[in-house]
């Protein structure tokens, strides 16, 4: 219960504090091809479409799969782990709006298959913590019937960055 709190305290970290993402969020548009997608955090999992035969996923969302040399591919929502690694990412500095402070813009690909990624925000860390590759985990955050599935260092780094001192020094 207490995770969230410990674990969403940029302030106490060095650095510049981050938020979560920018201040107003543009929301998807639901649709029948998407509608699992952005709701999947409701059951606090990922979900992505896979191929019933080749058993890639395919993200963004298509009507049938893009590897399957025929092309008939039928494709289904299935729950992935939620742990990837970040590829790449940015700080974002510039005030677009009032109110808007620095967060982080990441490229994240999934732990199952290297091309599968998401343009996403990294919370829980502190821009010092930030690295390439680094794991990361799903975190989601409801908007309305939207789920947007945000990413946070895997494994706790993040409590321990709110909370202690690097290293591990007493
Ligand atoms: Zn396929």
Known sequence: ??????????????????????????????DGANRFFWTSGAQGV???LRCERCRRYVHPPAPLCPYCEDGQGRLEPEAVSGRGRLHSF???YQQWIPDD????VGLVTI???????LMTNIVDCAAAELEAEMPVEVTFEQ???????????????AGAAAGEPAGGSR
């Not at 969403?8 to 504090?17: F, V």
């Open 1 to 30: 219960m207490s995770e969230a709190a410990s674990a969403s305290d940029p302030e106490t970290t060095t650095g510049t504090a981050l938020g979560r993402g920018p201040a107003i969020r543009v929301l998807p548009r639901l």
């Open 46 to 48: 990922l979900r992505f």
């Open 111 to 117: 732990d199952e298959q290297d091309d599968v990624r």
């Open 101 to 104: 402070g620095p967060y982080v």
């Open 143 to 157: 908007h309305e019937d939207v789920w947007l599935p945000l990413f946070r260092p895997a494994g706790g780094r």
């Open 90 to 92: 940015t700080v974002n």
